[in-house]
């Protein structure tokens, strides 16, 4: 019997120590607010742009993908100064694994309708 106490045992603490690694992966992950910090931290580091807001964001299989508003030109007056949409790509632990500008407009511009929207 007291083999059978031993094997409980040890079965126990098994499962205790894979739950510990459960817990380690998902204290790894971020929330939605430190990815977003992150994101724009990045992306001003590598383009020497700050980013003026996040206009969308959406967990992947493989992290995160966010797209960035950025000021990259100034002019005057402010509506003709130049933004620009960057798609943004992180890990799961927000390390930035790519960027790209999908989109360049003037400040004071909207977005034009598309036929039957509103």
């Known amino acids: 019997m007291s083999n059978t106490s031993n094997t409980s045992d040890s079965q126990s603490s098994s499962n205790s120590s894979k739950g510990k690694q459960q ?3 998902e204290d790894d992950e ?14 001003a580091e590598l ?5 003026e807001s996040v206009s969308s964001f ?13 000021l990259e030109l100034v002019r005057v007056p402010d509506t003709m100064s130049l ?4 798609e ?10 790519g ?3 999908v989109r360049r407009y003037e400040r004071g511009r909207a977005d034009a309708r598309k036929p039957g929207g509103r």
């Open 47 to 51: 383009t020497g742009m700050e980013a």
């Open 83 to 86: 933004l620009a949409t960057y």
């Open 88 to 97: 943004v790509s992180l890990d799961p632990r927000g390390g930035l694994t």
């Open 23 to 25: 817990d380690a992966a």
């Open 99 to 101: 960027y790209r500008r």
């Open 58 to 70: 959406e967990r992947t299989d493989d992290g995160w993908t966010l797209e960035i508003e950025v």
């Open 30 to 43: 971020l929330g939605p607010m430190e990815v977003l910090r992150q994101a724009r931290a990045q992306l």
